[in-house]
């Protein structure tokens, strides 16, 4: 059997403002970090007995997941589209949207709808490509939507929306 995966669906290519000025700071910072790991790389090399050495192998495994985000950011940025804008109409659910719901149980969770490359949970910053953001685009307050989660289907009342 080979180990042959399909390519994961591209993402959607919307970014907050500050999303996309943090993966640019990112970028930087990778670069400036990459100087570094490569003068210690070249100190480790230079010790000799390459093989036995603990130092330069994990420096060349540090350089090249540096290299690896370098290469994803690099063609990521390019791509994006930055939304700073509320869209014209509020009373709806899109991109950037802060939107509160009501589950079953009567508890309110807050959740912001956000770039793929941007999403955190901590946060309650929520994927524009996840299956609850997806079920809320385009609804507005005082609906239901009904979302399907691993753990089962999940019925959210949509209490309010704000940019």
């Given at each position: 059997m080979?180990r ?6 591209r ?10 000025q943090?993966?640019?700071n ?12 490569t ?25 090249r997941e ?14 994006l589209?930055?939304?700073?804008e ?8 899109f ?5 509160t719901?009501?589950d079953?149980?009567g508890v309110?969770v ?6 793929a ?22 609804k507005?307050?005082?609906?239901d939507?009904?979302v399907?989660?691993?753990?089962g289907i ?10």
């Amino acid at each position: 059997m080979g180990r042959y995966r399909p390519p994961a669906p591209r993402s959607s290519p919307y970014i907050t403002g500050t999303g996309y000025q943090a993966l640019a700071n990112e970028l930087q910072a990778l670069w400036k970090r990459r100087s570094g790991v490569t003068k210690a790389l070249t100190a480790a090399a230079a010790e000799g007995d390459r093989s036995e050495n603990a130092e330069y192998i994990y420096r060349k495994k540090e350089l090249r997941e540096i290299d690896r985000r370098i290469r994803y950011l690099q063609k990521r940025l390019p791509d994006l589209k930055v939304v700073n804008e509320p869209p014209d109409d509020c009373g709806r659910v899109f991109f950037g949207a802060t939107i509160t719901l009501e589950d079953d149980a009567g508890v309110h969770v807050v959740y912001r709808i956000v770039g793929a490359d941007e999403f955190d949970p901590a946060k309650g910053w929520i994927s524009i490509d996840s299956p609850l953001a997806i079920a809320l685009l385009g609804k507005r307050p005082d609906e239901d939507i009904r979302v399907d989660t691993p753990a089962g289907i999940a019925s959210y009342y949509i209490v309010s929306i704000r940019y």
